[in-house]
């Protein structure tokens, strides 16, 4: 859940400031900026609350967890800015790596028992009492 917690408010607020999410962006020369904006809308709430319910949760914690590592990438590049501008970068990057790594532990692991995944039979009694 708390994980999600980081996902689903951000997707929120890229649907309710969508122009300036679109001009932030753009400003990181990421092209089409619009469709990028529409793509990470669905990756934070969609992967997300599949995630928050257990529903595919191992693909959904794949999804979060590559864009995560790409928006570390192209969001936070610390080693391409000026000094005084690289401690929090340097910090919002190595977060989203913690984060990336904790997704990944999903990844692998599935939801556990209480998931939607485990209540539908759609995990091996192994995964799901393993996590």
């Not at 192209?74 to 990057?93: D, G, K, R, S, T």
């Not at 692991?109 to 995990?123: M, N, Q, S």
Request: net charge positive.
């Amino acid at each position: 859940m708390l994980i999600a917690v980081l996902f689903i408010p951000a997707g929120i607020g890229k649907i309710t400031g969508f122009a300036g999410t679109v001009g932030y962006i753009a400003s990181k020369g990421v092209p089409l900026p619009e469709v990028a904006a529409v793509i990470a809308i669905g990756v934070e709430v969609g992967a997300a609350a599949a995630l928050l319910i257990g529903f595919k949760a191992r693909w959904a914690a794949l999804a979060l967890a590559l864009f995560t590592l790409a928006a570390a990438v192209i969001f936070h590049n610390y080693w391409a800015l000026p000094e005084a501008q690289q401690m929090v970068q340097q910090l919002m990057f190595t977060k989203n790596l913690g984060i990336v790594g904790g997704l990944l532990a999903f990844a692998a692991f599935g939801a556990g028992a209480i998931g939607l995944d485990a209540r539908r039979g759609a995990v091996p009694a192994r995964a799901a009492t393993a996590a």
